[in-house]
């Protein structure tokens, strides 16, 4: 997949152990995050779902911007 290790493993953050262990397909740890090639325009326009109801379905892994941090 072209995301393999791209997002850390939510498990492993929580927990400090992934039943997947070697096989995860996400990241144990900020060294084995590896970069996401993304499209030139990747939040450089507000969530109109975010902005508009507060919520947005897709949480992190949105395109666009939900806070100014982005």
Do not use: W
Request: net charge positive.
């Amino acid at each position: 997949s072209s995301r393999y290790k791209t997002e850390l493993c939510r498990p492993f953050e929580e927990n400090g152990f992934c039943k997947y262990g070697d096989k995860c397909q996400f990241a144990h740890g900020e060294a084995e995050l590896r970069n996401l090639n993304r499209h030139p325009k990747y939040k450089t326009e507000r969530c109109r779902t975010f902005h508009s109801t507060g919520f947005c379905p897709y949480g992190p892994r949105c395109h666009f911007i939900h806070n100014e941090d982005e």
